[in-house]
């Protein structure tokens, strides 16, 4: 059964640094989502990607973050300069059209 | 007002029990709801989607009350499998962003 697939399972950091998310959606999927969850809260929308661009953003998805597809299967999400308040499980989606969407594992980002 | 709310829980039901999750949203411009369940620091799982009509799975059942605004699922001859977190999703418009209620703890006991 096709899986969405993220990479690294699990980040470490330093405060200022910049990270990189790594996401391989479901092959004949269209749309892709970025979701975070900060431990012990519930999980909350960052992002959704369409034919290129952003669809949709949080307010939480501010200037410090982006997310590119820099080729037909990989979706990244990048973090310019971490904040403690960044530490969460960050996992990736994707949906064949509007409609269910499928979760990848997650990577747990941690910053010192 | 939450934009989803859900039982907080835990449950702690017996092998065999039968369980109901409620769960309310704010906004009856709503389009698509669904049932995740979460287990220990892993990902959502899509459970079932949730339709006007109701629908069943195996032992899982979703009601939608539109007017209501309110989403049900009832679980029969629970398993210890079935122990994890479920969550309520609400998806506002096609394409967008989901919802997510806080989620419901389930722990099924020998």
């Known amino acids: 059964e096709p899986e969405v697939t993220q990479t690294p399972s699990h980040q470490v950091t330093q405060m200022g640094q910049e990270v990189i998310l790594r996401c391989v959606p479901i092959?004949?999927?269209?749309?892709f989502y970025w979701y975070r969850q900060i431990l012990g809260q519930k999980v909350e929308f960052l992002v959704s990607?369409?034919?290129?661009?952003?669809?949709?953003k949080s307010e939480i998805f501010d200037d410090q973050f982006s997310v590119e597809r820099p080729d037909g299967s990989n979706f990244t999400l990048k973090i310019r300069s971490t904040k403690l308040e960044d530490s969460a499980m960050y996992f990736c989606?994707?949906?064949?059209?509007?409609?269910?969407?499928?979760f990848g594992p997650g990577t747990r980002l941690t910053v010192l | 007002r939450k934009e989803v709310e859900q039982d907080p829980g835990p449950f702690n039901v017996p092998e065999g029990a039968t369980v109901a999750f409620n769960c309310t949203y704010s906004?009856?411009?709503?389009?698509?709801f669904f049932w995740y369940r979460q287990d220990c620091r892993k990902e959502p799982k899509l459970l079932m989607s949730?339709?006007?009509s109701g629908n069943e799975d195996g032992r899982f059942t979703a009601q939608l009350n539109r007017a209501s605004q309110y989403i049900s699922l009832l679980i029969r001859d629970s398993k210890l499998s079935d122990s994890a977190t479920y969550l309520c999703?609400?998806?506002?418009?096609?394409?967008?962003?989901?919802?997510f209620g806080q989620g419901t703890e389930l722990s099924v006991k020998p």
């Open positions: 906004n009856s411009a709503s389009q698509s």
């Open positions: 092959s004949n999927h269209l749309y």
């Open positions: 990607f369409y034919n290129n661009e952003i669809s949709e």
């Open positions: 989606a994707s949906s064949e059209w509007e409609n269910e969407q499928f």
């Open positions: 949730v339709y006007s």
């Open positions: 999703v609400v998806n506002n418009n096609q394409g967008g962003k989901l919802i």
